[in-house]
């Protein structure tokens, strides 16, 4: 029974249907295996994440569908989200009483033996726990058996958003609050129109990096990574330790230098120490930082594309253990000569408070994998003057803070 307190415009469909149309939700195509042994699935708009312990999720499928009719059978499912490249995928699911869905599509068993769709952008393997009535739709609980992204290409993700499909444009993102970062999100809320500004001039990913203890936190990202690249994950915590994350330390104090390389490096490796001491005072002089791809780099990036957060203590593990492999100060620290071609993963630029500590940094993805020199080279200088003015912005706010006081 409705409420007489229920307006009239709430009770319409059509009018309900519009104005929720103003919230964007993600694609995901639900598979499983039917009675038959032969794959079936749906598109549905409706999926969330619903606990993280016990680990569930869930979707709402209309109570007349008769897609679910058929999967509904099925003790496992798979949530595969779509990417914004599949959206021909998500028309051919969509269609109702097909039985063509999977026909030219590539896919493999999850360990359920529901179909996990090839490019995904992830899949989510569950085990069907209970089916809830919910006016004319259900509520679909599933317990999670396994997940993974799809790390060898990270795409963006499919969306639906008023009536239409279209695809997630990342511009500029911060982390949300925590209690441990609300100094260093206010900093990176003064550089955001900044770090637009360049992402947009150069058709790059610019970040904001800041220190908090002994991690190094992705506080925001600008910018639209280039096609087969998911956009940086802000919030991403990684370990604070040689090399990474140099020039949060190159302007400190001898005594926190030493505590970064202790941090990374065991305490007999005196001629590794030495070298990254020597690289740290060329980097004062330099101002800036520039990464080339290597295996070490391409293991630690498809590492961070599963999504994974920092900790737990295994991924901290892994992580270190793939720095262990990075080449010392070399990793941070190249000469670019202008006409040769070079992979670069980034480049980085100091952000200075009213102090002279640095804060935090801005760094830039997204280069071509062979860019001459001379262009590399044009681009830090670009980045440099940017993290200038973010310094600028800081100082300025700094000082009318003092004045108010």
Known sequence: MISPDVSDRAQDPRYLRSVLAHYPTGVVAVTAMGEDGEPIGMVVGSFSSV??????????PSRNSASFEVL???RHFCVNVLGDHQEQVCRAFA??????KFVGLRW???SSGAPILESAVAWIDCDQQSVIEAGDHYIVLGAVRDLATNGSAPELPLLFFQGGYGKFSPSSR?????PDVLEQIRMADQARDHMDALARELGMECGAVAPVEDFLVRLASAGTPRHGF??????LRLPFSAPMGPLLVAWAEPSVQQRWLDRGLPADEIEQRERHLAALARLRVRGWTVSVYNDAFRALDERLATGEDMPPIRFRDHLRAIESRLDGSTTYEHDLLPDELYQVRNVSAPVFDARGDVVMYLTLFGFPMA?????VLDVVNRLVHTASRVTDALSWTEYQSRRSA
């Open 95 to 100: 269609v109702k009483g097909s039985t063509q």
């Open 230 to 235: 998911a956009p940086a994950r802000v919030g």
């Open 174 to 178: 911060v982390m949300p609050a925590a």
């Open 72 to 74: 509904r059978a099925s």
């Open 371 to 375: 860019t001459p020199g001379s262009r």
């Open 108 to 110: 493999r068993p999850a």
């Open 51 to 60: 606990s993280m312990d016990p680990p569930l999720v869930s979707f709402m």
